[in-house]
């Protein structure tokens, strides 16, 4: 991340031509591009890691809600000592156990549907982080690409001063002109110089920005190569971006699955008012030392099974069952204005984006039309210096409206750059791995 030394344009001051623009990158270190710091940022970026375990708790909590319908079985063993007048004696006993749910007023099925929608939304909560974590680095790596066209436009406009210092010299030097232009001029050396070491550490900044989001070590040399991958310029009326939102957005597809997670658990509630049924089927054998016959025997004498259906029918549980429903149902309410407000805002999103995208392609053009008019201005007003017709406060204001025109023009370029990226945020259409 080094830019070219500040000391190098200190001989602007002395009217000798130095090149500012040149690329500001540095010449060591590893070089990326955007694709290989999505692929980068999409692999340990904090909010993807984060999302990623979260999609995966919620995924291992859906299958053992599935798993509910099956049997369990567990295996148990107690050792008995004890002492009577008679003498001491030992015992111990062994068993199986397995139970099924054959009935729970579909509390079962309630939860083994909300884990799934469960598991459905946090995978499309990893889609959106996706989503975001490519949108925030674009917008990284577009202010990273604005600041070196910044810096180039500050070049661009301290080689000029340069370049008008050493023939402001040469006509000083025939007569033509006075020493207080000279002095004025080298002022203005000075200005272009500060604009450009203020240019080149916004570079630097920018550059500092993306190497925190993908976590690199800022002790080293990192270039970042020009974006080349932006989205497609959508032509579409804006009722069809809309629509593409609500259907293609993850962050409204995955309230649409929280949604239907509380209308599941609205039925989980209501099963505390239903009757449930169980099995069960056990099988046991022991031994003790105060019965006769070997171990062997014993066990094999002991042995015994039974099987059992439980049911259980609910009469009075002092209003939990009812408190429970009610809240479910309140949930469910919730869920439901969360997803509606969000759909609101989704669409509140695209149509600010096609609204600023329209404001943003009239202002490039009229910047554009801008700088061809303050280029032609500046070169007239530089011919009528030199022939003595013009002063040099009006040739530095022709220069400064000039290096306005063309930051207004870089500005207004990559905004509408920016905008592209945001709309395909905005409508959810960022491709996710």
Known sequence: ??????????????????????????????????????????????????????????????????????????????????????????????????????????????????????????????????????????TRWIALDQARARLAVAGTSSDLEATTLERIQALVDAGARTRADLASQRASVAEAIATVAQAEGNVALSELSLVHLLRLDATQDWAFEPLEDRPPIRTEASRSLLDEAIRERPD??????????????????????????????GLSTGWSSASEGTLAGQLDRSVGGSLALQLQVPLWDRGATRSAVDQARSSRELAGLVLEDARQEAMTEVLSVLERQRTAAAVLTATQS??????????????????????????????????????????????????????????????VP
């Open 1 to 138: 991340m080094r830019s070219r030394p500040f000391l190098a344009l200190l001989p602007y001051l002395l009217a000798l031509p130095v090149h500012a623009a040149e690329d500001a990158r540095p010449a060591e270190g590893r070089s990326l591009t955007f694709g290989a710091a999505l692929d980068l940022v999409r692999a340990q970026g904090v909010d993807v890691l984060g999302a990623r375990l979260d999609a995966a708790r919620v995924e291992a909590s859906s299958r053992a809600a599935h798993r509910a319908w099956q049997p369990d079985l567990s295996l148990g063993a107690s050792s008995t000592e004890r002492l009577d007048k008679d003498g001491t004696s030992a015992s111990f006993d062994a068993g199986l156990q397995s139970s099924v749910a054959l009935w729970h007023g579909g509390e079962v099925r309630g939860r083994s549907r909300g884990a799934a929608a469960d598991a459905t939304a946090a995978r499309h909560s990893l889609d959106r982080a996706y989503q975001d974590v490519a949108w925030d680095l674009a």
């Open 252 to 281: 409204l597809a995955a309230l649409c699955a929280d949604a239907d997670s509380a209308d599941a658990a609205v039925a989980v509630a209501r099963a505390g008012w239903l009757p449930s049924l169980d099995l069960g089927a």
């Open 370 to 431: 801008r700088v061809q008019a303050a280029e032609e201005a500046e070169a007239l007003t530089r011919l009528r210096y030199e022939a003595g017709a013009a002063s040099l406060v009006e040739l530095a204001q022709a220069r400064s409206t000039l290096e306005d025109a063309r930051q207004s023009e870089v500005t207004a370029r990559y905004d509408v750059l920016s905008l592209q990226w945001e709309l395909a945020w905005a409508t959810g259409s960022l491709a």
